[in-house]
Every structure is written in structure tokens, then in C-alpha cells.
């Protein structure tokens, strides 16, 4: 069964840095197999994708975070990372990662990240 446990959330004040982990196991494939995404959801919002990484290491990202944060994985650790800098309230959510192939769809449960003075 495949599980993905994210980390790394807390409380940080507006122009802060954090770095989320999202880390897999019970795979059935090599992890670089799997597209790795992370999306969040505000409180009263839809959910929607921050950053995506496939396993060959493009990335691309939501125009409200580009050049903000930054998306990498380690394959052999089976990690992917989520280094998110000059925070705003508006980054204020519950981040969650997935894993993705052209047949299966994985989720985490999430990790909170608020960003306040």
C-alpha cells in the first residue's frame, strides 16, 4: 500500500522560509516513476497544485509561487521537497503531496503551514 507522509509545516512569519518533505513508501514502481505534485487548500478555497515534478525532474509551478519556491526530489530516498521562501499570508493552507502515474493516484494527508506575524 502506498503512503505518503508530509512534513516540515509550522508557523512562520510573513517573509519566511520553510522546507516541506513529502516522503513515499509502500511503492510498487521505482519512485521515479511517479509524477510528484503538491497541492493546498485554504480554509474556504479549492484546492489547487503548487508545484509538479516528474520523475525525470522538469518542474512547473503556479504563476502565484514561481520564483518563490522551489520543487526537488531524491529518488533513492524516495523524497520529494517543497523549499518555499518569501512567504505570504496568502500561502496560509494545508499543503499535500500526490503521486501520480497514468494508472494510480496517491495522496498525503497533509501538513498545515501559516504564515503570520
Known amino acids: 500500500q502506498v503512503k505518503l507522509v508530509e512534513s516540515g509545516g509550522g508557523l512562520v512569519q510573513p517573509g519566511g522560509s520553510l522546507r516541506l518533505s513529502c516522503a513515499a513508501s509502500g511503492l510498487t514502481l521505482s519512485f521515479a516513476w511517479y509524477t510528484i505534485s503538491w497541492y493546498r487548500q485554504a480554509p474556504g478555497k479549492d484546492r489547487e497544485v503548487v508545484a509538479t515534478?516528474?520523475?525525470?525532474?522538469?518542474?512547473s509551478f503556479a504563476d502565484s509561487v514561481k520564483d518563490r519556491f522551489i520543487i526537488s526530489r531524491d529518488n533513492p530516498k524516495n523524497t520529494v521537497y517543497l523549499q518555499m521562501n518569501s512567504l505570504k499570508p496568502e500561502d496560509t493552507a494545508v499543503y499535500s503531496c500526490n503521486a501520480a502515474t497514468s494508472w494510480s493516484n496517491h495522496w498525503g494527508r497533509g501538513t498545515q503551514v501559516t504564515v503570520s506575524s
Open positions: 515534478i516528474t520523475g525525470g525532474g522538469s518542474t
